[in-house]
Antibody, heavy 117, light 110 residues
Framework: QVQLVESGGDLVKPGGSLRLSCVAS????????MSWIRQAPGKGLEWVSY????????VYADSVKGRFTISRDNAKSELYLQMSSLRVEDTAVYYC??????????WGQGTLVTVSS | QSALTQPASVSGSPGQSITISCIGI?????????VSWYQQHPGKAPRLLIY???NWPSGVSNRFSGSKSANTASLTISGLRAEDEALYYC??????????FGGGTKLTVL
């Protein structure tokens, strides 16, 4: 069965950096686009970024453009999100998700990022 | 990338049907048949219910159905059950190649 397991969430100060990882199993990772979506405490879902199956195409939400970088290692079946210049408003649970036909068909359990001084 | 507009809350009694609307614009909901719907129970990850406006992923009950007219997509849940009480989100592809979610709708089963 499809499994997505995120890690790397932590408490970080404003202006700091963090790298999230997502390990995928149960499907041919290199065949699919992948996404990151976040959810601030008590708030709704916000799409962050997606990456093509080869990694050649990446798209970002305006709110993170220039600060976050999505990447993948198909040999390891891993997805990453490098986050820099973090702001208090980036505090959220970050989910990785398999992306098919512009829908997110499988989600991980999420990892919490807290940005606070 | 403004969020799609959903009602904050809807409610219904067991066995009834309810519909949740999702209002976008011509550059997202109205321009593409890439609308999806998600269910999220407290403390859990979202679950895909509908993709491509009206298609079901494997394992999703046909009590959930989706449709679209112009810039508005809708999710209908028939035969309401207590376990349907959750948050529901719509999502759409946009003409800037991005993805946008709705603000979410809390369904209460009375």
């Amino acid at each position: 069965q499809v499994q997505l397991v995120e890690s790397g969430g932590d408490l970080v100060k404003p202006g700091g950096s963090l790298r999230l990882s997502c390990v995928a199993s149960g499907f041919t990772f290199s065949d699919y686009y992948m996404s990151w979506i976040r959810q601030a405490p008590g708030k709704g879902l916000e799409w962050v970024s997606y990456i093509s199956s080869s990694g050649s195409t990446t798209v970002y939400a305006d709110s993170v453009k220039g600060r976050f970088t999505i990447s993948r290692d198909n040999a390891k079946s891993e997805l990453y999100l490098q986050m820099s210049s973090l702001r208090v408003e980036d505090t959220a649970v970050y989910y990785c998700a398999k992306f098919l036909n512009f829908a997110h068909d499988y989600w991980g359990q999420g990892t919490l990022v807290t940005v606070s001084s | 990338q403004s969020a799609l507009t959903q009602p904050a809350s809807v409610s219904g009694s067991p066995g009834q049907s309810i519909t949740i609307s999702c209002i976008g614009i011509s550059s997202d909901v109205g321009g593409y048949n890439y609308v999806s719907w998600y269910q999220q129970h407290p403390g859990k990850a979202p679950r895909l219910l509908i993709y491509d406006v009206s298609n079901w992923p494997s394992g999703v009950s046909n009590r959930f159905s989706g449709s679209k007219s112009a810039n508005t997509a809708s999710l209908t849940i028939s035969g309401l059950r207590a376990e349907d009480e959750a948050l529901y989100y719509c999502s759409s592809y946009t003409d800037s190649s991005s993805v946008v979610f709705g603000g979410g709708t809390k369904l209460t089963v009375l």
